[in-house]
């Protein structure tokens, strides 16, 4: 049985551990961000229906307003960075799985011989 096969899952342990606390870090980021969104969006929304505006061209008002899009930008940049920590949270327990299943094969073979 390999001792490294040990130190290695022991160390993804840690990393996984580590993906876990980001995750939910980046999560909140990315709801704080996205309530941040929806409130400066409707703000200007309210402004622009003070002018008079007509709905059907508030939505396309809307879409080219930079206070908007960089609300909207910033919510979508924190999603993808919570996506990617999820993600690594799969590459890692997939890992472990195949170092458990290693340290598995190890302890069959040796006891056969």
């Given at each position: 049985?390999?001792?490294?096969?040990?130190?290695?899952?022991?160390?993804?342990?840690?990393?996984?551990?580590?993906?876990?606390?980001?995750?939910?870090?980046?999560?909140?980021?990315?709801?704080?961000?996205?309530?941040?969104?929806?409130?400066?969006?409707?703000?200007?929304?309210?402004?622009?229906?003070?002018?008079?505006?007509?709905?059907?061209?508030?939505?396309?008002?809307?879409?080219?307003?930079?206070?908007?899009?960089?609300?909207?930008?910033?919510?979508?940049?924190?999603?993808?960075?919570?996506?990617?920590?999820?993600?690594?949270?799969?590459?890692?327990?997939?890992?472990?799985?195949?170092?458990?299943?290693?340290?598995?094969?190890?302890?069959?073979?040796a006891g056969r011989e």
């Amino acid at each position: 049985m390999s001792i490294e096969l040990y130190q290695e899952l022991r160390e993804l342990e840690k990393l996984l551990d580590l993906a876990l606390k980001e995750a939910v870090a980046r999560g909140r980021a990315m709801t704080a961000a996205e309530a941040k969104y929806y409130t400066v969006k409707d703000l200007r929304v309210r402004e622009l229906m003070e002018e008079n505006k007509s709905a059907t061209i508030i939505n396309m008002i809307i879409k080219g307003e930079p206070g908007v899009n960089d609300a909207l930008h910033e919510y979508r940049n924190s999603e993808v960075e919570y996506k990617n920590a999820c993600e690594a949270i799969n590459v890692y327990k997939l890992r472990m799985r195949i170092i458990e299943a290693q340290i598995e094969r190890e302890w069959t073979q040796a006891g056969r011989e």
